[in-house]
């Protein structure tokens, strides 16, 4: 990453500590883009929200096993204002589409989804009548995870993903 | 007994009963339509009979079977006090045609129409409507008739046998804006789906109605609570499903026997061995197999390791809700259930959807260190059990927000079809493995807990105590289970071994026949349950004679369950509805299907 760390004294790109020893505050330097960036990276904070089967190894991604906590996702938001990562974790059913695109547009930008499971990529094994096959049929999704249920350890790479997504994003991703 | 009560029908009724059968078990009685109401009150109120629970009420569409009239429906009851099951089936007359067209329902063409039995068993409002919105069937002086699971839009019922299956093809390309795919989700419903219609006794302008879900972090799953409030005060809940709605059934019909078992892993996704279970016992007694002993007592094991499992998302997800007691429970509980998820994952290589019974027994034998693994999990597990009743039992918060807190009696919630803890909460000792034993629950030592307290800590209590006698089964079980075959010696069911196909022809033919085309259960119907976590799984299943089931029937308990939560939640804060639903211990994805 692009950032420098020094203190007055060793100029600007010269310094490897942001706090030098004889206590003065030090500056950084870095671009904007990748310094947003790298805060959005580290802080992605997904909606509590679960549909199906996959709810349930989210909740245990969450649990203290595997621990979310350690990608920085572990702030669970309940409204959608406040999070920045919607994941579908189930199968979206008819009547439900209509409701997580809501959901979706409520969501305050930058957000992203996930597509966890089969069902929330591709319909999974329900492809009749009431699921509608794949939640990017309405919904951009940035990660899919397949498994079904995929496990912690998937979710987990899913998000690792993103980060990696988040971190080299352009123009503060803006979208046109 | 049943000779009995069609004896005193016959004498009763003349006219009424048409003809009555015996299929493994199950007793037929074929009840005309007109008087299908008497018949019932007679059922429910007659001292010989008092079929007091109504457990699942279902149609059938007999398009393809030639029978005529077309619609049928089924009642499975239970007599609670004569530990006795019996089905009515009344056909439905067709309704007049207008002008040439099918009878369908899809134009405004009149409904076949039948009796409601709401006034008899209340239970029947969710399954009549159920049948209704899924069937196409009208039920006469029904409270509300409505559609239930699908959109209030909806064109058609989805279970009719002249419906299709739907779906659409997924291609897996990187371009989404290519126009060949320009046709590709058009299922997704133009109209919003939150904004469905209420039932007409709400009173919108003198209270306030607040809208609690589809999406909101303590309905447990996405379950939409239409609660009218009297300032803090609860006047009334209705519950909207169907934003999980997933089409089992008609997947189900459409599928052969055996692949139906990993559907049934995503019905009620916190207990799929149970499910398993419920799900090849009644494939099972369709067929008339009989199952090994060491078999019988495997999924005696594991059935109860996944009840623990299943109590532990409760117990979480509950103190969780209830939020003034310490965070960490939820924490506590996932930590044993992940215990037992490796457990599984060493037996069959999944942590949630297991699919590991299979029709006629195991999809594999056990692996070696199976046994020493669930020991030593008990082991730790009685640990973690006492802990839980250290952090919970007496906490001052935890017994403030649950005593006397959504009363469900004894009587309500026979009348609302309740079964599992909730009912054995209420001080009914109903169980299915003690009173009518499937597997080999009969060989062990073990009690029905129950409270008479009905509250919300009557059924933490109660489900406590059910986590200590799951325990003591598994334990009983590991001590006197005998090696024995995996699966069935019925090569019609399951597939003979590797090393006999090569060196007997007949082997080769079975195992030919059992992967093209599956096994062919003889025409008939069955209805199958099985004492789940959280009450009674039902299966239901007519069969035609071939590979896939004719109609398929699931009876979730947490659908029926559901129903009591205007009983329960009526006149206490919204703030304890939250607990209440907790308490009620729902997964959505077995109440919408």
């Known amino acids: 990453m692009g950032v420098a760390v020094g203190s007055p004294q060793q100029g600007a790109l010269g310094g490897t500590q942001a706090h030098a020893k004889d206590g003065s505050a030090g500056f950084a330097l870095a671009k904007l883009e990748?310094?947003?960036?790298?805060?959005?990276?580290?802080?992605?904070?997904?909606?509590?929200?679960?549909?199906?089967?996959?709810?349930?190894?989210?909740?245990?991604?969450?649990?203290?096993?595997?621990?979310?906590?350690?990608?920085?996702?572990?702030?669970?938001?309940?409204?959608?204002?406040?999070?920045?990562?919607?994941?579908?974790?189930?199968?979206?059913?008819?009547?439900?589409?209509?409701?997580?695109?809501?959901?979706?547009?409520?969501?305050?930008?930058?957000?992203?989804?996930?597509?966890?499971?089969?069902?929330?990529?591709?319909?999974?094994?329900?492809?009749?009548?009431?699921?509608?096959?794949?939640?990017?049929?309405m919904l951009p999704v940035d990660v899919y995870v397949p498994g079904c249920p995929p496990r912690p350890e998937a979710l987990f790479y899913a998000i690792d993903k993103l980060r990696e997504k988040i971190k080299a994003e352009e123009k503060l991703g803006v979208r046109e | 007994m049943t000779e009995k009560i069609i004896e005193k029908l016959t004498a009763k009724f003349p006219a009424a009963l048409k003809d009555h059968s015996e299929f493994r078990g199950d007793t037929t009685l074929k009840i005309d339509a007109e008087q299908l109401r008497d018949v019932a009150s007679f059922l429910e109120s007659d001292e010989d009979a008092q079929y007091n629970l109504l457990v699942d009420i279902y149609g059938t569409d007999r398009l393809n079977l030639g029978q005529t009239p077309r619609f049928a429906v089924n009642y499975e009851l239970y007599s609670i006090p004569k530990n006795s099951f019996i089905r009515l089936i009344v056909d439905v007359p067709d309704p007049g045609r207008n002008g040439g067209t099918d009878g369908s329902g899809r134009f405004g063409e009149p409904l076949p129409k039948v009796a409601s039995v709401t006034d008899i068993w209340p239970t029947a409002n969710w399954l009549e409507r159920e049948t209704y919105d899924l069937m196409g069937i009208e039920f006469e002086n029904h409270p509300w008739m409505h559609r239930i699971m699908m959109p209030d839009n909806w064109v058609g019922h989805p279970l009719r046998k002249d419906y299709p299956l739907g779906g659409e093809?997924?291609?897996?390309?990187?371009?989404?804006?290519?126009?060949?795919?320009?046709?590709?989700?058009?299922?997704?419903?133009?109209?919003?789906s939150f904004e469905t219609e209420l039932p007409e006794e709400m009173d919108t302008n003198g209270h306030m109605v607040l809208n609690l879900g589809p999406h909101h972090p303590a309905t447990h799953g996405v379950l939409r609570l239409a609660t009218e409030l009297d300032g803090e005060k609860v006047v009334r809940v209705t519950p909207e499903l169907g934003y999980l709605h997933s089409g089992f059934e008609k997947t189900g019909e459409n599928k052969r026997y055996e692949k139906f078992i990993p559907y049934c892993?995503?019905?009620?996704?916190?207990?799929?061995?149970?499910?398993?279970?419920?799900?090849?016992?009644?494939?099972?007694k369709l067929m008339d197999v009989d199952i090994p002993e060491h078999v019988q007592y495997v999924r005696v094991i594991l059935a109860e390791l996944q009840r623990i499992a299943s109590h532990m998302i409760w117990l979480g997800t509950h103190a969780m809700d209830v939020g003034g007691t310490p965070h960490a429970a939820p924490l506590y509980c996932f930590m044993m259930r992940e215990r037992i998820l490796d457990i599984f994952e060493m037996v069959c290589g999944a942590r949630m959807t297991t699919s590991y019974f299979s029709v006629g027994g195991l999809r594999w034998p056990l692996p070696g260190a199976f046994m020493d693994a669930v020991r030593a999990f008990l082991k730790e597990f009685a640990g973690y059990y006492h802990d839980y009743h250290v952090m919970l039992t007496k906490n001052p918060l935890w017994l403030s927000r649950l005593k006397g807190i959504g009363i469900l009696k004894a009587e309500e919630a026979i009348a609302l079809g309740i079964t599992?803890?909730?009912?054995?909460?209420?001080?009914?000792?109903?169980?299915?493995?003690?009173?009518?034993?499937?597997?080999?629950?009969?060989?062990?030592?073990?009690?029905?807990?129950?409270?008479?307290?009905?509250d919300s800590y009557a059924r933490y209590t109660v489900r406590m105590e059910e986590l200590h006698q799951s325990m003591r089964i598994i334990e009983q079980a590991i001590d006197q289970i005998k090696p024995g075959p995996y699966r069935t010696a019925d090569r019609k069911v399951a597939l003979p071994p590797r090393q006999e196909i090569s060196t007997s022809m007949e082997s080769l033919i079975h195992h030919f026949k059992l992967v093209t085309e599956g096994y062919l259960p003889p025409e008939g119907q069955v209805y199958s349950i099985g004492e789940n976590p959280k009450g009674w799984l039902g299966f239901g299943l007519i069969?035609?004679?071939?590979?896939?089931?004719?109609?398929?029937r699931v009876r979730g308990p947490s659908f029926v369950n559901l129903q009591a939560t205007n009983t329960m939640a009526r006149g206490g804060f919204i703030s304890d509805l939250i607990t209440i639903i907790g308490s009620i211990d729902i997964v959505l994805g077995e109440v919408d299907r």
């Open chain 1, 34 to 137: 990748e310094l947003v960036n790298w805060g959005r990276a580290n802080s992605v904070w997904p909606l509590t929200f679960g549909l199906a089967c996959c709810a349930i190894e989210q909740i245990s991604a969450a649990a203290s096993r595997f621990d979310i906590a350690r990608f920085g996702s572990e702030v669970f938001r309940a409204s959608p204002r406040q999070a920045d990562l919607l994941i579908v974790s189930g199968r979206v059913s008819n009547k439900m589409a209509p409701v997580i695109k809501r959901i979706y547009d409520q969501m305050s930008d930058p957000k992203w989804v996930i597509a966890m499971g089969d069902c929330a990529s591709c319909g999974g094994p329900f492809n009749n009548y009431a699921i509608v096959q794949g939640v990017d049929k």
């Open chain 2, 169 to 192: 093809p997924v291609y897996f390309e990187k371009d989404r804006n290519n126009p060949r795919f320009a046709h590709l989700g058009k299922q997704i419903m133009a109209g919003p």
């Open chain 2, 265 to 284: 892993d995503r019905m009620d996704y916190v207990s799929p061995m149970n499910n398993n279970l419920a799900y090849v016992m009644a494939v099972e």
């Open chain 2, 420 to 454: 599992g803890p909730l009912l054995r909460a209420a001080g009914v000792p109903l169980d299915l493995r003690k009173v009518r034993p499937y597997c080999v629950y009969d060989q062990f030592d073990f009690e029905v807990p129950t409270s008479t307290d009905a």
């Open chain 2, 543 to 552: 069969s035609d004679g071939t590979a896939k089931p004719y109609r398929l």
